[in-house]
């Protein structure tokens, strides 16, 4: 699929719906920028609901909150 934007002044620009749709892009939404061979690649992060318990077996249950408690600070 190959669509053509336009970057305003202040460098921003729109993803097509049919993209922010596909990869479940929505306001609020952080990507990751990548700079490759190819060109700039924006890629969507992981929230902190992606992660959820992802790491039962490198902290307990108590640490892991406080831990998600910092990342929910950092979100806002």
Not at 10 to 39: A, M
Not at 50 to 57: H, I
Not at 62 to 71: A, G, N, S, T, V
């Amino acid at each position: 699929m190959s669509k053509e934007v336009v970057v305003t002044r202040k460098g921003q620009t729109t993803i097509p719906v049919q993209l922010r749709q596909k990869y479940k892009i929505h306001e609020g939404t952080r990507l990751e920028v990548v700079e490759t061979e190819e060109g700039i690649l924006f890629r969507p992060q992981k929230s902190t609901i992606d992660l959820a318990g992802s790491g039962a077996k490198y902290a307990t249950p108590e640490e892991m909150k406080k831990r998600l408690d910092r990342l929910r600070e950092e979100d806002v």
